[in-house]
């Protein structure tokens, strides 16, 4: 039997937080994006990275992002005079190359895989992952246990100390520091999404012997909590067979038409008889 390989020349773009996480620089070198990169590239995938743009033919250096990225935001002003319009017109100028290729590669890529923990502001996320379901294409959406043990353990450190707490108590509405253990993703992304492509984790502890990678603090996280419906699992099985999804109305499963994974072996070359 002919064994199928659909991750094959699929190309996938990698969408989640970059503004706002921890450290942009640990990010980039050991983030999540990372590790799926390597996954999907044993399939044979082409992994669309934001953090590694491809190179623009022709436009060198075309939207590249780097950690420094963002420094150009610290001269943002809200003055409502000529300065602060030329000022704010100099970010959103800069900025506009990297937004620019950001969605090409969405809308060049055949489905999307969304990093999207309830706890860390991310506005460019949710624009791709529209486009991506304007445009009729699977999304991948991953939506972790949130959880703050430090937190708890401050509490309890804190016990004897009542202004201590009174101030971590403030602190924790502030920011706001809400828990979500059961990764429970927000009302607007269930029906955007659909029902079938939620995950709670990756569920990189079985591959990690395979691929080399190097412990990083999500390890801990899904120790913790081990994925009840990981990715990469899903990814595996992708490469084998195309999803159905669930017809609420049919109460059955039906084969998925957005799962359109180009074959295009072949589709360069001249394959005429004559």
Request: hydrophobic content about 40%; some cysteine; charged content about 25%.
């Amino acid at each position: 039997m002919k064994t199928h390989n659909h991750l094959k020349g699929a190309r996938v773009y990698l969408s989640g937080p970059m503004d706002f996480v921890a450290s942009r620089a640990t990010e980039k070198k050991f983030g999540w994006r990372n590790r799926v990169g390597d996954f999907l590239r044993s399939f044979e995938g082409i992994v669309f990275d934001p953090w590694f743009k491809p190179a623009v033919r022709g436009l060198h250096q075309y939207g590249l992002e780097d950690l420094n990225t963002l420094d150009a935001r610290e001269a943002w002003t809200f003055a409502q005079d000529q300065h602060g319009d030329q000022t704010r017109a100099a970010i959103a100028e800069k900025f506009w190359e990297t937004l620019h290729i950001d969605l090409r590669m969405v809308d060049t890529s055949d489905f999307t895989i969304a990093y999207c923990p309830t706890n860390i502001y991310s506005v460019g996320t949710a624009h791709e992952i529209i486009l991506s379901r304007q445009q009729l294409k699977p999304v991948l959406f991953v939506s972790p246990p949130v959880n703050f043990p430090s937190l708890e353990k401050l509490r309890a450190h804190l016990k004897d100390d009542p202004a201590g707490l009174v101030l971590l108590e403030k602190l924790a509405a502030e920011v706001p520091i809400k828990p979500n253990t059961r990764g429970i993703p927000s009302m607007w992304y269930m029906p955007l999404i659909g029902s079938g492509n939620f995950f709670d984790g990756f569920g990189f502890q079985p591959y990690l012997e395979k691929f080399g990678w190097q412990p990083i603090p999500m390890d801990e996280q899904e120790k913790l909590h081990p994925p009840k419906n990981p990715l990469l699992p899903y990814l595996e099985k992708l490469a084998r067979e195309v999803p159905h999804r669930w017809d609420n109305k049919l109460k059955a499963y039906v084969p998925n038409d957005e799962w359109l994974l180009w074959d295009l072996e072949g589709l360069g070359k001249n394959n005429s008889t004559d």
